[in-house]
């Protein structure tokens, strides 16, 4: 009897205040307050989609990752029962925000059930979220800042220099930033940013 209600209770499934929520990021590189959003998310919602951002094909010195190695970093993090809940699309960039709004839209429609509860996951870091008030029909979900509002900025002008700084990364991202520094692409975009920093400190 106690072995039939123990099984019964680990059929009850997580009760989930959404279906879907979005949430959209560059993630170059993926970091810890990345993380915590989604597994932030993954508690209230029975499936998270990440919008990424910038996901044309051109590779720059901002944005050094193509989207599928973003979504292979990301995953990388995640346990196998998880990552089946995490769904991607590519957002590229669009400088008008509502074609950058529809187009999010009619990504984030080609992924989600009929009739499906849709969200939006983030946190007002700066005046460059505000963007996150642009979907009024997806509920929001507003984080306070998460791990001390850390910036990817920096974190990519280190891995230049050549250095991981393995305080802000999971595990997953570590391996992945390491691997990626053997390749030469890395090493083009390193020169890049070594002769910007070059012209910077020339123009000074």
């Known amino acids: 009897m106690a072995q039939l209600m123990s099984s019964q209770k680990s059929e009850i499934k997580p009760m989930y205040t959404f279906d879907y929520l979005v949430f959209i990021g560059r993630f170059q590189p993926f970091h810890f307050a990345h993380m915590q959003t989604i597994e932030i998310a993954l508690q209230k919602s029975q499936n998270v989609i990440l919008a990424l951002g910038s996901a044309q094909s051109e590779r720059n ?12 970093m990301i995953l990388s993090n995640f346990s196998e029962q998880d990552q089946k809940r995490i769904h991607f699309v590519h957002v590229v960039d669009v400088y008008n925000d509502e074609k950058w709004v529809k187009q999010v839209k009619d990504l984030v429609n080609g992924v989600i059930q009929p009739n499906a509860k849709v969200g939006l996951i983030g946190h007002f870091k700066d005046e460059s979220s505000y963007y996150l008030r642009l979907f009024p029909e997806w509920q929001m979900v507003e984080l ?9 900025t920096p974190m990519r002008e280190a891995y230049y220099r050549g250095e991981i700084q393995t305080e802000f990364f999971p595990e997953g991202t570590i391996q992945f930033l390491s691997e990626f520094q053997k390749s030469p692409i890395y090493q083009k975009l390193q020169q890049k940013f070594k002769d910007n920093d070059r012209s910077n400190i020339d123009e000074s």
């Open 61 to 72: 010195i901002k944005n050094p990752f193509l989207a599928v190695e973003r979504e292979q």
């Open 144 to 152: 306070d800042s998460l791990k001390d509002s850390i910036s990817a």
